[in-house]
């Protein structure tokens, strides 16, 4: 294979065969506690809403899993996915710096969801469930669960953000397209939903509120389980193969990853590109810098506090060690809406905490300004989340040329933007705002937060 190349394809045979379990790595992450009794999480607490395997990897400090040949058979419907040199890119901002992206949104969900979904739905559909109940921001994961969910013959209930499912109903049409039903969250469906929207009847909801339906309708129906698109160990876990990929493509060509680059939300995407890159950096010494990208409206690791959490607005949830702006938080209804999550994974927060990765914030217009410039140039109009990671590896590539330097960039464009075009054309027309918490509701909303015990 030649230096030279631009899109850089790996074969059915490279496809990995295991994941890479990061906890493996991070022995010292506090674990997370029963809502109830606030003890370390057992096995068995778990029960009710995951099958046995995914408690297993959730708990499993085993560095390789292996990746079960159906959910394999499955992947490679699209996978290995393509990692692409964004030459046009290189020549539009006139800098030294090499630019790598890779691409996840070329399969039927559109997104980079679809990894942990396809393992999500069949082990389940292993244990014996009829049916996943889940939530949804954007609709990326919605979407991605209702593919797997048909994969297997497993039945699937969406509850979707209601500013999502308003802002975005081609979304809500796909997943209908593949037999999910979606519901807008708050919804009169279950006890947590009927709370908020007594609260306030005109709520756009979040993911909190989402969550906590989704487990409240899996807990109370003994043939539906809860599947989640990001934060926990085991979604993290199955991303990875995202990084495995992209490590073997460099390679193919002769390079290595200077920086490596993802946005955040609850950090399965951040996870899927670099953890395997951490894994490297650990392992043989080697300088990586890894930039997890959020928004300035949802700024959770950059001026949030770590700490106990609940996952999930009305406290169904363990409480998780992690970075977080408080359960209660109510992020605004801006378009990147899968980053619309209050808190982070406990292992994307432990590297944070330990100073391996870096995070920034960055507002919406900057944001959908990198998105419409990669556009035009590289052909592929990004997902809003994806492109806080474009706006990111624009910026280091022009700080490169500024500082003289030549770093090989490699960032995760996730998903594609094709049902968010009506974000484009509130930005095309000037009619996108950046909005940022005040200090003084970060403080009301982080007031619960439990300190670790080493903190106590």
């Known amino acids: 294979m030649s230096r030279e190349e631009t899109k850089i394809i790996l074969s059915e045979a490279e496809l990995p065969t295991h994941w890479y379990n990061l906890r493996a790595d991070l022995p010292d992450v506090p674990p997370p506690l029963h809502p109830a009794t606030q003890k370390p999480l057992r096995p068995e607490d778990l029960a009710a809403i995951f099958p046995p395997d995914l408690i297993e990897q959730e708990m499993?400090?085993?560095?390789w899993i292996p990746i079960p040949e159906p959910v394999r058979e499955i992947y490679r419907l699209w996978r290995p996915t393509p990692l692409v040199r964004a030459r046009r890119l290189e020549e539009a901002l006139g800098t030294p710096a090499k630019i790598f992206y890779k691409y996840e949104g070329g399969n039927a969900s559109g997104s980079h969801k679809l990894n942990t979904a396809v393992a999500q739905a069949y082990y389940n559909r292993k244990a014996g469930v009829r049916r996943l109940a889940t939530e949804?921001?954007?609709?990326?994961?919605?979407t991605a669960l209702s593919v797997a969910c048909r994969f297997f013959g497993l039945e699937c209930t969406v509850y979707m953000v209601k500013v999502s499912y308003e802002q975005k109903p081609y979304r809500r049409i796909m997943m209908n397209v593949f037999g999910g039903e979606v519901i807008p969250s708050p919804s009169e469906r279950t006890a947590a939903g009927r709370a908020v929207l007594k609260r306030d009847p005109n709520s756009p909801g979040s993911l909190g509120i989402a969550i906590s339906e989704a487990v409240e309708d899996a807990?109370?129906?003994?043939d539906t389980n809860y599947a989640l698109g990001s934060v926990l160990n085991h979604v993290a876990l199955h991303q990875t193969v995202i990084g495995l990929e992209a490590q073997k493509q460099l390679d193919a060509v002769g390079e290595q990853a200077d920086i490596v680059i993802a946005s955040a939300g609850g950090g399965s995407n951040f996870a899927g590109l670099a953890f395997p890159f951490v894994y490297e950096r650990l392992t043989t010494g080697r300088e990586i810098r890894f930039i997890a990208v959020e928004p300035a409206a949802c700024p959770t690791?950059?001026?949030?506090?770590y700490g106990y959490d609940f996952g999930d607005v009305a406290g169904l949830t363990p409480l998780l060690p992690m970075y977080t702006l408080g359960s209660g938080f109510m992020p605004p209804g801006i378009h990147a809406g899968g980053l619309r999550y209050h808190g982070m994974s406990p292992l994307v927060s432990a590297l944070y905490r330990k100073g391996i990765i870096e995070a920034r914030a960055v507002g919406q217009r900057r944001v959908f300004e990198a998105a419409v410039q990669f556009a035009r140039v590289e052909g592929i109009v990004p997902?809003?989340?994806?492109?806080?990671?474009?706006?990111t590896a624009i910026d280091e590539a022009l700080r490169a040329k500024e500082e003289g330097t030549r770093p090989t960039i490699v960032f995760n464009l996730s998903g594609h933007g094709h049902f968010d075009l009506a974000a484009y054309e509130a930005y095309l027309a000037g009619r996108l705002d950046d909005v940022a918490p005040e200090e003084e509701e970060l403080k009301r909303t982080l007031a619960g937060v439990v300190p670790v015990a080493e903190e106590a």
Request: aromatic fraction near 4%; proline fraction near 3%; avoid cysteine.
């Open 60 to 63: 499993s400090a085993e560095r």
């Open 383 to 391: 997902a809003p989340e994806s492109a806080h990671a474009v706006r």
């Open 219 to 222: 807990a109370t129906h003994g």
């Open 301 to 305: 690791l950059t001026r949030g506090a």
């Open 136 to 142: 949804t921001g954007a609709g990326q994961w919605g």
